[in-house]
């Protein structure tokens, strides 16, 4: 499965759409630092906006909560299923432990994944991306 990091609503839609049109899943991970700075709540509220803006596109969406517990806490309350979190050897367990507490994969580092970064063209970029 093709991973995307995302920056914007614009990005998770666009990825969305291609993975719809092209009937493919599609691995969304939010940019390294975008949980701390926006909040995980916001980043999950983006991704179900996007997710039913573009019913029948299939994926999965991860959060990076790079080293800090309280991302990585904050992340499972706002409904987050799948984390990433780096987080050093006394706490890692920890979070692991939330984690399988609330249903959710701990992974400790994020997957390979394409960075559509500032793009001013998202559309094409997740088509380009995506074609077969």
Do not use: N, Y
């Amino acid at each position: 499965m093709r991973a995307l990091i995302f920056h914007s609503f614009d990005h998770v839609r666009a990825a969305l759409t291609a993975a719809r049109d092209f009937d493919q899943p599609v691995r969304l991970l939010t940019a390294p630092g975008a949980a701390a700075a926006v909040g995980p709540g916001v980043l999950k509220a983006m991704v179900e906006d996007a997710a039913a803006a573009v019913p029948g596109a299939r994926f999965d969406a991860l959060i990076d909560c790079g080293s800090q517990p309280g991302i990585a806490m904050g992340a499972l309350r706002a409904g987050w299923r799948h984390l990433v979190f780096q987080g050093d050897a006394v706490v890692q367990p920890k979070i692991a432990d939330l984690a399988r507490q609330h249903g959710a994969v701990l992974d400790t580092a994020a997957p390979p994944a394409r960075d559509f970064g500032d793009g001013r063209h998202p559309d094409k970029a997740a088509m380009a991306w995506l074609r077969p």
